[in-house]
């Protein structure tokens, strides 16, 4: 399954909405149980990657509710509602749905 | 808490070999999927290899798959990458990392660096 993301690289004001897309080659949705294998992370220079969101919508733990994840089947979206100076960083989504779990190429969010 | 801390890795001569570990604490290692990312420099993510709690099957990137061999040991609590054949495209920081409820990753190391040049 390939992972397209945009796009590739995107400046936002502080405190205005940053949206980051994210499209499948196929779909990860899973019938049985409803669910979408689709997760996104964010990494900050010099540091691993930091879970964000899981099943497409669900919240890791300590993650602020100004991050946010929607979408299903093949086109999903991670939304900053009110970006904040430490949210700067690249944002990759990931899919789980196949055996290979691909990763998109990476959002560069910087502050304008 | 949890903690992965990866090793093993250098530089090492394009054809050579390399294995790397991934020590883990803090919670039951053998009941958790762990998986290899890597990030080449300046550049992307880039899954690797996993090998599943449940049964032990193991699932390889196409890139690495029939050079790099991904293992477990259950009773030292750690991961391991067997690297063959080194191209010059393996260089990169690789990630050990543990799986969540689902196959998202929840924790990460803080990687090792693996330099493949001559």
Redesign the interface.
Known sequence: IVMTQSPDSLAVSLGERATVNCRSSQSVLFSSNNKNYLAWYQQKPGQPPKLLIYWASTRESGVPDRFSGSGSGTDFTLTISSLQAEDVAVYYCQQYYSTLHTFGQGTKLEIK | EVQLVESGGGLVQPGGSLRLSCTASGFTFSGYTM?W?RQAPGK????VS?VRSSDGEK????SVRGRFTISRDNVKNSLYLQMNSLRDDDTAVY?C?RE?G?????H????TLVTVSS
């Open positions: 998986t990312v992307g993510l880039e899954w996993y699932f390889y990137a196409d990630y990392a969540g689902g196959a998202y990753l929840t990460w190391g803080q990687g």
